[in-house]
């Protein structure tokens, strides 16, 4: 039975990993993200009315027990301090979020500039290229104190080969890949590493950003993620933002076709963020198996009288 994709409400600090479902339950509480008050808030007002709904001493039970679970995590001291990081999946849908936008705006042509006339859009490019590599940085950090995919990778892989949900060959490539110091993820062999570490962590250099190279790295990370993903939970519905919200608030810079070409080439980057997740790292072959995203399905059945 998998856990389902569910914003949980503790943070596992201390690990024991016996088997596999302990090794599922860990993934899932490591790339979930923790409730915020905002949205605990509004989790509760369901909850409550649910609750308030129950005809049944079981019904009440089940809302009741997640009410508790909610207003325990908000009473706890790492919430009040802070004191937990950011889940693996926002950190992934973040940075995938932000390459689709600067993808989508150098891939569409348009009779003005505007992040050359505008300070504000300069800026939020400028913002936008910073985000992606803290991200990236985050994400393949080598310290055992980060919440890395890196790390969970390490903690979790033995039993996602074990389980049959990933191959012995790219089980072997991804860990070759992701060696501390012979691996992929250094300045002599990833681009966007080295661009991380030179130039926005510590000004050494000012090298020209080749985002065909960028998307190599997030390509290796997004299949990595959708491997865990698609084997410890149900995986993740809808989880981008729409054309409309994406592009919301600039409509004034774009003309109408501009805006079309915009959006089409943001779902060129997202359909290529989907071929990825579901192809094998040693490869390049498609895995049958259904990857880090799910569709919900509605049919549909006709009886005669």
Same mark, same amino acid.
């Given at each position: ?34 409730? /915020?008050? @905002?949205?605990? *808030? ?12 129950? /005809?049944?001493? &079981? ?6 027990? @997640? ?10 001291? *790492? ?9 693996? #999946? &926002? ?25 050359? &006339? ?61 060696? @501390? /110091? ?88 997202? #359909?290529?963020? /989907? ?31």
């Amino acid at each position: 039975m998998f856990p389902t994709k569910l914003q949980l409400y503790s943070w596992m600090k201390h690990i024991n990993i016996q088997s596999i479902e302990d090794a599922k339950s860990y993934a899932v509480n490591q790339t979930n993200r923790c409730l /915020t008050q @905002e949205v605990s *808030d509004k989790r509760l007002e369901y909850l409550r009315d649910q609750f308030d709904r129950a /005809t049944t001493d &079981e019904g009440k039970k089940v809302w009741g027990n @997640e009410i508790e679970k909610i207003e325990s995590w908000l009473k706890s001291d *790492d919430f009040k301090n802070g004191s937990f990081p950011q889940g693996i #999946d &926002e950190l992934m849908l973040e940075l995938i979020e932000w390459r689709t936008m600067i993808y989508a705006f150098q891939n569409t042509e348009t009779e003005s500039n505007p992040f050359e &006339e505008c300070i504000f859009l300069s800026q939020w490019l400028v913002g936008g290229t910073y985000a992606i590599f803290s991200i990236l940085g985050k994400l393949v950090s080598k310290d055992s104190r980060d919440n890395s995919l890196r790390k969970l990778w390490k903690e979790i892989s033995p039993f996602i080969e074990k389980d049959g949900a990933c191959t012995k060959e790219e089980h072997i490539f991804i860990n070759s890949m992701l060696h @501390e /110091t012979s691996g992929y993820f250094t300045n002599k062999h990833s681009k966007a590493f080295r661009f991380r570490n030179t130039v926005i962590a510590h000004n050494e250099k000012n090298l020209t950003i080749k985002w065909e190279l960028i998307d190599k790295d997030i390509n290796i990370l997004v299949r990595i993620w959708s491997l865990i993903v698609s084997w410890s939970s149900f995986g993740l519905f809808a989880p981008f933002r729409t054309a409309e919200q994406a592009f919301a608030g600039i409509e004034s810079f774009f003309n109408h076709h501009e805006m079309v070409e915009l959006k089409k080439s943001r779902q060129i980057y997202l #359909d290529r963020v /989907t071929q990825w997740s579901l192809a094998y790292l040693h490869n390049g072959e498609r895995d049958p198996g259904r990857g880090a995203f799910s569709k919900l399905f509605v049919t549909t059945s006709t009886f005669s009288n």
